[in-house]
């Protein structure tokens, strides 16, 4: 349905002049090529011990005995923590508002069984790190355990498989069906109906820096100072506060520089309650580093859902209405912060896309394996809706024997639509569907790469072409994540100020790894103030000195953050001008502020430097006002805004390998108004890659008895530079009419849109040998089953 809006509100304007839109060299970025960029395993402290987790070997088991003297009897500075030692610290459990969710609380060290392979057992702490090593080695030998059938498929779940949590009585957590519109009645005047599975594969973050906590707490003070890897510092805090039981003003958590996060980083992980806790315990330092096998096996994994849809369809290509199942393997314990239905829960409501469809049942559930637990990673839930969609899209064109394009221009949204109310209930404010498709097709040379597939076909050449048309939900606050089907009020602020020698602190909510904050906020601070970017820092990360708020996630920080400084900017400029005209003996109405200057409008040659107004404003008792601070502190919780795009992938399969080369990337890009176009193309680049790891290569893999065969990047594989032909991007800018500025999210858009496009490329590729591509990764195994007819779901 459409929906009308007013004119632009007069407070969602920002102040645009040589800043944003600039493709500004990132002011970060010297720490890092110096190496002098400081991270957790780099901080130490005098004193400071440190810490080795045990880690259960096998998938379920259960724990009969932790023989803390095997380990203690290596060294005399070694201690040992079992879960009995963590009785006075509550369990993590999620926070998502659902009656009919069965919750798994997770204690930070396990009291009775192990869930997964790499789930803790004990922790071992020491002088040093090989002494700890050495202690946690002989301890890990001696733990008694009774090894119990694990779980590894939610297809396997039945009244006679065990359940891994007892006091549940089954390892299906979720389940429950909506309807959105009159399915039935489209299906009924349905000319075609077509039906896809996927099983979208199981993989995960792989930031170049690990987690990572070192926390101590000075007794004499009673203060607890963490300092961690994290997204979310003062969520974090917030965690740790009531899971130790100790008031927030004791506690300071510090984020120092963040090795990337990918939503891997943003929920609290049970290391960093334990450390801590450990810290408290003993009064004294400790830090834990975790390692690349300990990463593979215990950090959180992401993406695997079963998916099953049925689309009614007109002859001419109108997909009326879609039903759809998504089940989600939740792994050995539903997560916290937004649990086991983070990925299919969000699939279901993201699942319509930039379509429109008259009706859509979702049926989500949500499953516990004996596997690492499920948790956020970028385009969480949206990448396997939009790969099982686009997917189908596709399998419809060929049914239907359409070109692929064409049916997508029938379904597609029209901008004339906007702002329209998605089957699921999402507002999508403003978009170019239609344009972004088209420039994608114009781009990639689509009319003449069919000519040259035709005649490359006959010499046995294959090659094919995907395309992927996406939307991708961004700014993240409480409407945000209401119309995703997880409510989680928002909280975020930002304060600006300028200090007597004119120029300019901003402190944010937000919390960077990598993604360049410090050079957006200043573009759009020096735009809001006048001055240059060089008289600006940009401090977050730290619970001390920053606003309180929820750190970065899931394309925020622009809308949010930005909207923060934008506001607190504007209000400190208000302040500059009274002072200036205080100074000037003139109306603040006749004056503005140029290249660090106040002046007189038409009359530019009566001004003063900021320097001197900054200064009068602070210490000049004829020029300061009230509040003769030059700071502002300003809140934003902004309605949901949608970026949307397209990605076109040219690639080669060989029919005697099923090896897969990549040749062309093309990607189209619109978040709005954007603040920084290089940075923008970065973050396509970034999740372009990432989502060809997930089409290709990347997937968690077990053993039949639950062992995981995935623990180095031999197995491991993730794409290189080496694998990925130069990406191409191209912008349209449609702003937003409801956020600060038009500004949307993004940057989760190419993991979310990559996969779809490499799959449709392939089938494509493969049309001659009538494959249908039903899971991921399409590793050379696959791809061979595929042409040889023997495809399946495992």
């Known amino acids: 349905m459409t929906q009308t809006i007013k004119e632009t509100d007069p407070a969602l304007t920002i102040r645009r002049d040589k800043w944003i839109g600039r493709r500004t060299q990132r002011v970060e970025d010297k720490r890092y090529l110096t190496g002098t960029a400081e991270y957790v395993a780099d901080l130490k402290i005098p004193g400071m011990l440190y810490a ?8 379920h088991a259960r724990i009969i005995k932790v023989d803390k003297s095997v380990a203690e009897q ?11 030692d963590f009785t006075d610290v509550e369990p993590l459990i999620d926070h998502v508002v659902l009656d009919d969710l069965l919750r798994t609380p997770q204690h930070v060290v396990v009291r009775d069984k192990a869930r997964f392979v ?26 008694e355990y009774e090894v119990l059938e694990p779980v590894l498929e939610v297809a396997g779940d039945t009244q006679t498989s065990p359940t891994i949590h007892d006091d549940l009585g089954t390892n299906e957590i979720y389940r429950k069906t909506e309807r959105h519109g009159d399915s039935e009645a489209s299906f009924a005047k349905a000319d075609l109906v077509v039906t896809s599975t996927l099983h979208h594969n199981r993989y995960g973050a792989a930031p170049m820096e690990t987690r990572g906590v070192l926390a101590n707490f000075e007794r004499a003070e009673n203060q607890l100072t963490v300092w961690s890897s994290t997204q979310m510092p003062h969520f974090l805090r917030s965690v740790i ?12 958590v510090i984020a120092p520089q963040v090795g990337g996060g990918f939503g891997q980083k943003m929920a609290t992980s049970p290391e960093e309650i334990a450390i801590p806790y450990v810290a408290w315990v003993l009064g004294k330092p400790v ?42 393997d939740g792994g050995g314990y539903s997560f916290n912060t937004e649990s086991a239905l983070i990925e299919p829960a969000l699939a279901g409501k993201a699942f319509p896309g930039p379509y429109r469809l008259e009706a859509f049942d979702e049926t989500v559930a949500a499953s516990l394996t004996n596997k690492s637990p499920v948790a956020a990673y970028r385009g969480v839930g949206w990448t396997a809706a939009n790969t099982a969609r686009e997917i189908l899209v596709d399998d419809i064109a060929r049914k239907l024997g359409m070109d692929p394009v064409e049916i997508r221009r029938i379904n597609l949204l029209h901008g004339e639509e906007l702002p329209y109310r998605s089957t699921t209930g999402q507002l999508y404010d403003s978009g170019s569907y239609h344009e972004s498709l088209d420039m994608a097709v114009d781009k990639i040379g689509y009319e003449d790469f069919r000519e040259r597939q035709a005649e490359l076909r006959k010499d046995g050449r294959y090659i094919g072409i995907g395309i992927s048309s996406y939307v991708e939900q961004t700014a993240w606050g409480s409407e945000s994540s209401a119309q995703a089907g997880t409510p989680l009020p928002s909280h975020d602020n930002a304060t600006v100020t300028m200090d007597p020698s004119g120029t300019v602190l901003i402190a944010v909510s937000t919390s960077c790894h990598g993604q360049g904050h410090e050079t957006s906020y200043a573009q759009i601070a020096a735009d809001g103030l006048g001055i240059d970017i060089a008289d600006i820092k940009v401090i977050d990360g730290d619970t001390e000195s920053s606003p309180y708020g929820l750190g970065t996630y899931a394309s925020r920080s622009a809308v949010i953050g930005g909207a923060c ?40 040659s009566v001004s003063r430097p900021l320097s001197e107004v900054a200064y009068a404003a602070h210490w000049d008792a004829e020029v300061r006002s009230e509040n003769p601070m030059l700071t502002s502190t300003k809140f934003y919780d902004p309605p949901a805004t949608y970026a949307n795009g397209c990605v076109a992938i040219e690639l080669e399969v060989d029919i005697d390998t099923g090896q897969i080369q990549l040749q062309r990337i093309v990607a189209i890009e619109d978040c709005g108004m954007q603040i920084n176009p290089m940075i923008v193309e970065a973050q396509v680049h970034g999740a372009i890659a990432q989502g060809v790891g997930g089409a290709l290569y990347e997937h968690f893999k077990f053993a039949k008895d639950g062992t995981p065969l995935s623990t180095s990047y031999l197995e491991y594989q993730i794409p290189s530079a080496a694998d990925m032909p130069p990406i191409e991007v191209h912008s349209i800018e449609t702003p937003s009419p409801f956020s600060v500025g038009g500004i949307k999210g993004m940057g989760e858009g190419g993991q979310i849109s990559a996969p779809a496009a490499v ?21 050379p195994d696959y791809v061979l089953s595929l042409i040889h007819g023997v495809d399946g779901w495992d």
Not at 53 to 59: E, F, G, H, L, T
Not at 75 to 82: K, T
Not at 241 to 252: D, F, P, T, V
């Open 52 to 59: 080795i987790y045990v880690r259960s070997p096998y998938p």
């Open 287 to 328: 830090r834990w580093i975790e390692d690349r096998r300990e990463h593979l096996i215990a950090a959180t994994q992401a993406k695997e859902q079963f998916i099953r849809l049925e689309a009614a369809v007109t002859k001419e290509g109108r997909i009326l209405a879609v039903r759809g199942e998504f089940v989600g």
């Open 74 to 84: 290596i060294h005399a500075s070694v201690r040992v923590f079992s879960g009995a």
């Open 759 to 779: 799959a449709n490329a392939v089938a494509n590729a493969l049309e001659p040998f009538g494959v249908t591509v039903t899971k991921l990764p399409l590793d």
């Open 118 to 143: 790499g789930d803790a057992v004990a922790i071992v702490v020491a002088e040093t790190d090989l002494i700890a090593a050495d202690a946690a080695a002989a301890l890990a030998a001696a733990i």
């Open 241 to 252: 506060a009531g899971q130790l039981g100790m008031s927030e003003n004791r506690i300071r």
């Open 565 to 604: 400084v934008a506001r607190a900017a504007a209000d400190v400029r208000a302040q500059i001008l009274r002072a200036a005209a205080n100074m000037m003996e003139v109306n603040p109405e006749d004056l503005t502020i140029v290249d660090g200057e106040a002046q007189v409008i038409g009359a530019p």
